[in-house]
């Protein structure tokens, strides 16, 4: 009578062999091999790691990705050879060597070993059969339950050399093998187990249980596309819910990067697990990276809805959006995913690249005031970008608000003195206000620091002609044009000021005469000018009454010099006649 082990129920007797046999320990659980593809850029899918039936736990965690599901498979292939004890094949060596071993002496040392066994003395049972490979190496039999022994006793390690043994001497003994595959597995002896799982999945090929450690195993050793092959051989097989079509799909994409290939096992999961979350995600993930943003958009927000404080998945949605141009919605998401993760640095810029498109379409269909409150969303993600600033300055320019828009150019010159924007800006408003030798100043600045902005030379054309500065802006935008030869604007405004920079200097009218001395300091000769000549007229200059017949009184005030030279008193004489006036120098009565 023979000893037969099950993992799952105590020792039973079989009348078979006189050999001790086993059940294999109990298949460990086989979990789907996970999608990771790192690291994404802005408005490119963000791929999430399918994590369980749920995409997250509800803390935030990731939940422990399921097993591998058997249920609906061939349930008497999958559990048949649980079902049959451990033990050496008839056909074999390993036959031969039992009937060679019934005849030894040794039989005896075997037989109490064995009945210690039985009676749960392990210690015993395992150092009656080291005596007898001690006397005799090959006994395949004591091999076969010393590692039962081994196994039973908790000591996997020590039970695999003797596995080893067996599984050589009896290559089709897919008990054997298998036994010995699992327990390499499970001492992480994964390159040793290969070989045994190849040769179950080669003796049992229908056997689902063997083909999924070998694929699993595959894919451990980053051996992808035979992993892949196993499981799409799997999905043959197993007519079940769609778990070896999602780990085809899966490694397909992820592993291969052969999204068209991982399309259609994909697709498959999804038919036939339509609740699984995994299936939906994956698969709406390989739609957006393939460009099916149309097929892709309503699985993630299906997910998205379930799970509605995921933001990796919001950023995916987001980005399957926006490619739909449904944007409104791309933005909604992409704030969602802000508000979750405030330091997510590509979702930030993400929705203010978002924001800035909508700011700019706003402001081509005229909706200016609208514009303005959109770049303005943009600041506050953003608030050291002196972009939004400049772009809301412009638009209340466009608004008629001047004093406004040049308050924020000013902030924007306070921190970058040198934007060539708002110094544009400035200049703009101050021609508004016809302040050109502001404007001149600020319209040359912006030269120097853009020196392609053709705007910026046609307002300091402008400036230049208001403040009469044309001939100074010619020489400035010679020097300019010698030193950059390129700039064909820079040609084009000194071509501008060409004319009015030759003109000959306008000639200043005289001034009229004054009795003031000139003036050193300037740099034109005082201009001496000739009064107008007139003849002189003939005055006839009365003769002074006597005095005696005068009824106007003389002169006889000496106190005023004045007076005296323009009145002479009259003397007279009794013996003479009243003298002749002196004639004054300026009427000469001519004689005769």
Known sequence: MAVGYSSHAPFVVSDQQSVTTVNPAPIPDVTPPGMSMGDTSLFQAPVLQPQGNAVTSPSGAPSEPPALSLQGNNTASATAMNQKPLQLSADSAGGAALQKFRNSPLALTYGKALNAQKKGNLKGAIEGYRQVLHQMPDALPAHLNLAVAYLQDKQPAKAIPHLKVVAKADPKNVRVQFELAKVLLDQKRLDEAIDPLRRTVTLMPQNP??????????????????????????????????????AAGSIAAQNLHNPQKALPWLRKAHRLAPDDNNATLLLGQVLAASGNAKEAEPLLQNISNKVPRDAGLLRLLADVQWKNKNRDAAITSLQKVVALAPGEKEARSA?????????????????????????????????????????RAYILLDLHREDDARSLFQRVLQKTPKDPNALLGVARIAVHQKDYDSAYQNFWRAIQVEPEYGVAYEGFVLAADKTNQEKEAYLLLQKWVKAHPHLSVAQKALKALEPAANE??????????????????????????????????????????????????????????????RISPVKTSPQSSPASPKPTPEATVPQG
């Open 504 to 565: 000959p200097p306008k000639l200043t009218p005289l001034e009229k005469p004054t009795n003031s001395a000139p003036d050193i300091n300037t740099d034109r000769p005082p201009t001496l000018q000739m009064p107008p000549f007139s003849p002189p007229e003939k005055k006839i200059v009365p003769q002074a009454l006597p005095e005696a017949l005068s009824d106007k009184p003389q002169a006889t005030s000496a106190s005023s010099a004045s007076a005296k030279s």
């Open 209 to 246: 249980q063997p083909r999924v450690l070998l694929a699993q195993l595959y894919y451990s050793q980053k051996k992808y596309q035979q992993a892949f092959d196993q499981w799409t051989t799997l999905d043959g097989i197993s007519q079940g819910q769609g778990q070896a079509a999602f």
């Open 351 to 391: 929705l203010a690249e978002a924001l800035s498109a909508r700011a700019d379409e706003q402001e081509k269909t005229g909706n200016l005031t609208a514009a303005s409150n959109t770049w303005k969303q943009v600041q506050q993600l953003y608030p050291d970008n002196q972009l939004p600033l400049v772009k």
